[in-house]
C-alpha cells in the first residue's frame, strides 16, 4: 500500500523553530509537497521538492531524501498565525496526489 | 482566492438520500482533482480527470461517481448517503502541460452533513 507518515501534533514557542518530518511509502514518486491549512479552511500550497535538497521560501523551507524516501518542512520565526493543520503530499504514479494524515502545530505566546 | 469555485458551501441532508457537488476549476486548468476530509483527518482522494476524461482513482466508493464536462467543469455525485459521508469535500485544479511544480489549487470545499 501506499503511506504517508507525519507527526500528528508539534507544540512550539512564538519565535522558535519547528521541523515537521513526513516518511514516505508509495508506487512511484515524482515529489514532496507541503500545505497548510486553518480550521475549516482551504489547504494552500506552501513548497514542492521534486529533487534531493532544500528549497526556501521566506520563513519557511522544505527538504527531501529521495533515497532515505524522507522529507521535512521547517517553520523559522514561527507567529500566532502559523497555528494549523500541515500536510505533505506525494505525486505518484499513475497521476495521484496523496496526503499524510496532517500535523496540527500549535504556537503558543 | 484560488480561482477554484465549489458549490454548495454547505449541505445537509438525510441518510439514503442523493447530492451533487460541483466544481468549476481555474481558468486554463485542465486537472480536476477531489479530495474528502472528514473531521481531523487528511485528505482522502477520491479521483482526477483530465480534460474530460477520468486519469485517476483512489478511494472512491461504488456510491460515489463523477464526471468532467467539456466545459471543465466537475460533479461529484454521491448516493445512498450514509452518517460516515459526512465531510468536508475539497475540489482542486492544476495546470495543464508539462513541468510539474507540485501545486495543486483548492476550492473552499462543500460541507456535506448526513443526519
Known amino acids: 500500500g501506499q503511506s504517508l507518515e507525519q507527526p500528528s501534533e508539534v507544540t512550539a514557542v512564538e519565535g522558535a523553530i519547528v521541523q515537521i518530518n513526513c516518511t514516505y511509502q508509495t508506487s512511484g514518486f515524482y515529489g514532496l509537497s507541503w500545505y497548510q491549512q486553518h480550521d475549516g479552511g482551504a489547504p494552500t500550497f506552501l513548497s514542492y521538492n521534486a529533487l534531493d535538497g532544500l528549497e526556501e521560501t521566506g520563513r519557511f523551507s522544505s527538504f527531501l531524501s529521495r533515497s532515505d524516501s524522507y522529507g521535512y518542512l521547517l517553520l523559522q520565526e514561527l507567529q500566532m498565525k502559523d497555528s494549523a493543520s500541515y500536510f505533505c503530499?506525494?505525486?505518484?504514479?499513475?497521476?495521484?496526489?496523496?496526503f499524510g494524515a496532517g500535523t496540527r502545530l500549535f504556537v503558543k505566546a | 482566492d484560488s480561482g477554484v469555485t465549489q458549490t454548495p458551501k454547505h449541505l445537509i441532508t438525510a441518510t439514503g438520500q442523493r447530492v451533487t457537488l460541483r466544481c468549476s476549476p481555474r481558468s486554463g486548468d485542465l486537472s480536476v482533482y477531489w479530495y474528502q476530509q472528514s473531521l481531523d483527518q487528511g485528505l482522502q482522494f477520491l479521483i482526477q480527470y483530465y480534460n474530460g476524461e477520468e486519469r485517476a482513482k483512489g478511494n472512491i466508493l461504488e456510491r460515489f461517481s463523477a464526471q468532467q464536462f467539456p466545459d471543465l467543469h466537475s460533479e461529484l455525485n454521491l448516493s445512498s448517503l450514509e452518517l460516515g459521508d459526512s465531510a468536508l469535500y475539497f475540489c482542486?485544479?492544476?495546470?495543464?502541460?508539462?513541468?510539474?511544480?507540485?501545486?495543486?489549487?483548492f476550492g473552499e470545499g462543500s460541507r456535506l452533513t448526513v443526519l
Open positions: 503530499a506525494v505525486r505518484t504514479g499513475g497521476f495521484k496526489t496523496i
Open positions: 482542486a485544479s492544476s495546470p495543464p502541460g508539462g513541468g510539474y511544480t507540485g501545486e495543486l489549487f
